[in-house]
């Protein structure tokens, strides 16, 4: 079972980061943004049964809690503690789930598995350790032609900064290998 070491406010105020003594996933995400799309895993559903929760998202040793701006935090904090301190450490996962989280990228051309790999190598070193300091994180829902989209997930997904000036700076920097590349949030 999970021990919080540690919770920290982020760039958004009404995220909280909980920092993990044990890992949940190994390097697996898990970001929902409602209820429905929290069905299936305990952790989730269970933070989403506590009022003004709107986005759950998590990996490896942290976690990140999203409410609607209504409820205090030093009383929210207090319950969302209790499922993440209930919920199994990261070795019961399955080698299915790490394999079927990287499985959408064995549909695209070899090309383009090459040209995402290069895009993921950029963003894991100048952009990925930044938001996920933050308690969010940046998931690559596809690249089509040269459209690459992305979303934001964790407190990243509902800060407004994201959605401008870190978007921005994310196409700028990968235009410096794909000059035409568009970014898209999705």
């Known amino acids: 079972m999970p021990k919080i070491v540690e919770i920290e406010g982020t760039p958004n105020r009404n995220a909280l980061k909980f920092i993990l003594k044990e890992p949940l996933t190994w390097g697996v995400t898990r970001s929902y943004d409602n209820a429905e799309q929290a069905k299936g895993d ?3 559903e269970a933070l989403f049964d506590i009022d003004h929760v ?18 205090d935090w030093q009383d929210l904090a207090r319950e969302v503690a209790d499922p ?10 399955t080698a299915a789930t790490v394999a079927a989280a990287s499985a959408e990228i064995a549909n695209l051309s ?5 040209r995402l790999k290069l895009i993921n190598e ?11 300091n933050d308690g969010g994180d940046l998931h690559v829902l596809g690249l089509e032609g040269n ?12 800060c407004p900064s994201s959605i ?18 568009e970014v898209v949030a999705v």
């Open 147 to 158: 459209r690459l989209s992305v979303h934001y997930q964790g407190a990243c997904g509902t």
């Open 84 to 93: 993440i301190r209930a919920a199994p450490a990261a070795d019961t996962q």
């Open 42 to 44: 305990p952790l989730a």
């Open 122 to 132: 950029i963003l894991d070193e100048e952009i990925r350790p930044y938001l996920q």
């Open 54 to 71: 709107t986005n759950v998202f998590y990996v490896d040793r942290w976690i990140t809690v999203t409410q609607d701006g209504a409820a």
């Open 164 to 181: 401008t000036g870190t978007l921005r700076g994310i196409q700028n920097m990968l235009r410096s290998i794909e000059p035409d590349l």
């Open 110 to 114: 070899p090309e383009d598995q090459q």
